[in-house]
């Protein structure tokens, strides 16, 4: 059984930076495509940053320039780097592993509970 634990997340300024971590446990994590996903209060749950298992990386626009991915497979582990944040990056944030089949991206495992980022002055 996959467990996904997120941490990381608090209480930040305009401008201020963040790194999240999320550790998995109960995978073969190195083959895992990793990515962070944020849910904002009303609003769908959306893939911010991905990284593939072969390290290419990718990113929502609103993500670009601003935040990093990174893994580190002996430790199971995904990071998710934030600078430049700003108050609509408030958000629970998420990791999961994914894959696509068919153009579908499919997530793998059941969500963790994830680390509230709010950005506020």
């Known amino acids: 059984q996959v467990q996904l634990v997120e941490s990381g997340g608090g209480l930040v300024q305009p401008g201020g930076s963040l790194r999240l971590s999320c550790a998995a446990s109960?995978?073969?994590?190195?083959?895992?495509?990793m990515g962070w996903y944020r849910q904002a209060p009303g609003k769908q749950r959306e893939l911010v940053a991905g990284?593939?298992?072969?390290?290419?990386?990718n990113y929502a626009d609103s993500a670009k320039g601003r935040f990093t991915i990174s893994r580190d497979n002996a430790k199971k582990t995904v990071y998710l780097r934030m600078n430049s944040l700003k108050p609509e990056d408030t958000a629970v944030y998420y990791c999961?592993?994914?894959?696509?089949?068919?153009?579908?991206?499919?997530?793998?495992?059941?969500w963790g509970q994830g680390t509230q980022v709010t950005v506020s002055s």
């Open positions: 999961n592993a994914y894959e696509w089949a068919v153009g579908v991206r499919r997530e793998l495992y059941s």
């Open positions: 109960g995978s073969i994590f190195s083959i895992n495509n």
């Open positions: 990284i593939t298992s072969g390290g290419r990386i």
